[in-house]
């Protein structure tokens, strides 16, 4: 079983940056993918960013050259870096593992 822990989230104006950070219980370094999700108030959680194990990453287009997600396999725990954020970035931000484990989301809230 893995643990997920997210931190980082807040409010902030649009336009800012907040750094999400989620740290697992077991190591990750052979979690492939690890990844974001989001879930707006009456919206389907949706795929933000991955990342494998080699470093390949994948983005929502919604994301693209604002968000970088990272991850440190021997702190155990991965980021995303969001810059330049939106009122349409408002979320509840979920941290994932291999598509299977979830952890329990952290609020981020961008004002106009």
């Known amino acids: 079983q893995v643990q997920l822990v997210e931190s980082g989230g807040g409010l902030v104006q649009a336009g800012g940056s907040l750094r999400l950070s989620c740290a697992a219980s077991i190591s990750i370094a052979s979690l492939n993918p690890m990844g974001w999700y989001r879930q707006a108030p009456g919206k389907q959680r949706e795929l933000v960013a991955t990342i494998t194990s080699g470093g390949t990453t994948v983005y929502v287009d919604s994301v693209k050259g604002r968000f970088t997600i990272s991850r440190d396999n021997a702190k155990n725990t991965v980021h995303l870096q969001m810059n330049s954020l939106k009122p349409e970035d408002t979320a509840v931000y979920y941290c994932?593992?291999?598509?299977?484990?979830w952890g329990q989301g952290t609020q981020v809230t961008v004002s106009s």
């Open positions: 994932n593992a291999q598509f299977i484990y």
